[in-house]
């Protein structure tokens, strides 16, 4: 089959496998934690393994800079204007209105969805081992994103179907990011493409940073610190296929 192929499954199995998971049946928080930190490892050694390299190779190192720079100012925006997903949203406090806070946080993460296809198509200026990997972790990082908004909307409305619906259209945004970027990046200098590539590497270290690891975190134990390192070494073993 079609890297290519391969590389859209998987950016659409972490929201619908999450929502899934949301309306037949809730993982443990320990759970959620470790599969955050695994994808955590994964970003950041993409990262600095093969996005940053990459993207001094193909400008210079000053382009990487700014480029990395830009990336992680683009998230913070995106972090200070739109709505987000924290694991602990699963755990709703009492008398809150859960079909409100589902419904609030879908357009959110419907938009957080499309830089991280981006995320995925600069991998196939690199390799397309890279865009596999990126894919993957996004795709773990997602199945929590899609517990937690599929699981308050059937418990609000008990409406299992439309929730899972719902919750899978957040997958929509990334082929969508992918398909536009790919496509795009081929018709730049390579002095921008490195620019972009240090961008992208600048937005999965401030997500990894602000997001995956703080909450990975969060009310678990020394286990998340090993899934870590898991996700780190996975990718580095990557380079030997």
């Not at 690891?213 to 030997?240: D, E, K, R, Y």
Request: charged content about 10%; glycine content about 8%; overall charge neutral.
């Amino acid at each position: 089959m079609d890297p290519i192929v391969w590389i859209v499954v998987i950016s659409v199995i972490g929201p619908i496998v999450g929502s899934a998971l949301g309306v037949l049946r809730n993982p443990s928080f320990g759970y959620i934690c470790n599969m955050l930190c695994f994808a955590a490892g994964a970003m950041l050694a993409i990262s600095f393994l093969d996005l940053i390299p990459e993207s001094i190779r193909l400008s210079s190192q000053l382009a990487c800079m700014a480029g990395f720079l830009i990336g992680a100012l683009a998230m913070y925006g995106m972090d200070r204007l739109l709505p987000h997903i924290h694991p602990r949203l699963c755990s709703q406090e009492q008398g809150c209105n859960l079909e409100r806070t589902s419904v609030y946080l879908m357009p959110g993460i419907f938009l957080h969805n499309f830089p991280e296809g981006m995320a995925i198509a600069i991998g196939a200026v690199r390799d397309i081992r890279v865009s596999l990997t990126i894919a993957l972790a996004i795709a773990v990082h997602d199945i929590p994103e899609g517990i937690c908004t599929s699981a308050p909307y059937y418990l609000a409305t008990n409406k299992r179907g439309r929730a899972f619906v719902l919750s899978s259209f957040t997958a929509v945004p990334t082929v969508l990011g992918y398909l536009i970027a790919r496509y795009l990046f081929f018709d730049l200098s390579t002095q921008v493409l490195g620019i972009i590539v240090a961008a992208m590497a600048g937005l999965m270290v401030y997500f990894t940073a602000d997001e995956l690891i703080p909450h990975s975190c969060a009310g678990s134990n020394h286990q998340t610190i090993f899934s870590l390192m898991a996700g780190i070494l996975f990718l580095m073993g990557l380079g030997f296929l």
